[in-house]
């Protein structure tokens, strides 16, 4: 699976957007990228996923680039419990690929009141 | 709904003695995993199931470590013997499918401490 690179923390004020940025340059055409977050002591909690086109939760939206080098995760309001590692990761489409899940070092978001 | 649910969520043992942990996934999900994550580090996958059957267990470290799933739902980890080495918080995922288009749903899994 491509390899991701995200900057290793960034602060949001509380109610502004949240734009996490990731670089996947290396990423194949059959690959997803997927967003999870893990709060300190919880699971890895999934927000989106997307192929090429840009996608929108209730949680978040996906932009990714023309190009599928890189994608942003946007929080439209951020509050204080969006505080988390947010990990961007490339996913196979192809069954099994969960098992090779990279997490790697992520985004220390926190926001701040 | 009910998200994945592990239990239990802590557990304290002493080396060389035996442990089970149990994962109860999202009802319908028919893939479930097992990984571990030791601290500040990433994922270890440890084991795949897609129903009762396990087509992948090439991530267990040791044959100390063993899984089953039974009725298609709840899947028991076990380790035999645990090491101080094992000490790990250890996670169950569930998906609809195997695909990679399915996300996984992660429990918040539980912290095995071996003194």
């Known amino acids: 699976d491509a390899k991701t690179t995200q900057p290793p923390s960034m602060d949001c004020a509380e109610g502004r957007a949240a734009n996490l940025p990731c670089n996947h340059s290396t990423i194949s055409g059959n690959e997803y990228v997927y967003w999870y977050r893990q709060i300190h002591s919880q699971g890895p909690q999934y927000i989106i996923h997307g192929l090429k086109n840009n996608e929108t939760n209730e949680m978040a939206s996906l932009i990714i680039t023309e190009d599928r080098k890189s994608s942003t995760l946007i929080l439209p309001h951020a509050t204080l419990r969006d505080t988390a590692v947010y990990y961007c990761?490339?996913?196979?489409?192809?069954?099994?690929?969960?098992?090779?899940?990279?997490f790697g070092s992520g985004t220390q978001l926190t926001v701040l009141p | 709904g009910a998200g994945v649910s592990q239990s239990p969520s802590n557990k304290v043992t002493e080396k060389g003695k035996d442990v089970e942990l149990r994962c109860d996934p999202i009802?319908?999900?028919?893939?479930l995993y097992w990984y571990r994550q030791s601290l500040g580090q990433g994922l270890e996958f440890l084991i795949y199931?897609?129903?009762?059957?396990?087509?992948?267990k090439s991530g267990l470290p040791s044959d100390r470590f063993s899984a089953e799933r039974t009725g298609g739902s709840v899947s028991t980890l076990t380790i035999q013997r645990t090491q101080q080495e094992d000490s790990a918080v250890y996670l169950c995922?569930?998906?609809?499918?195997?695909?990679?288009?399915?996300?996984?749903?992660f429990g918040n899994g539980t912290r095995l401490t071996v003194t």
């Open positions: 199931f897609q129903g009762n059957s396990a087509p992948d």
């Open positions: 990761i490339v996913r196979s489409i192809s069954s099994g690929s969960a098992r090779q899940l990279t």
């Open positions: 995922a569930s998906t609809p499918t195997p695909a990679g288009n399915s996300p996984l749903h």
């Open positions: 009802s319908g999900h028919t893939a």
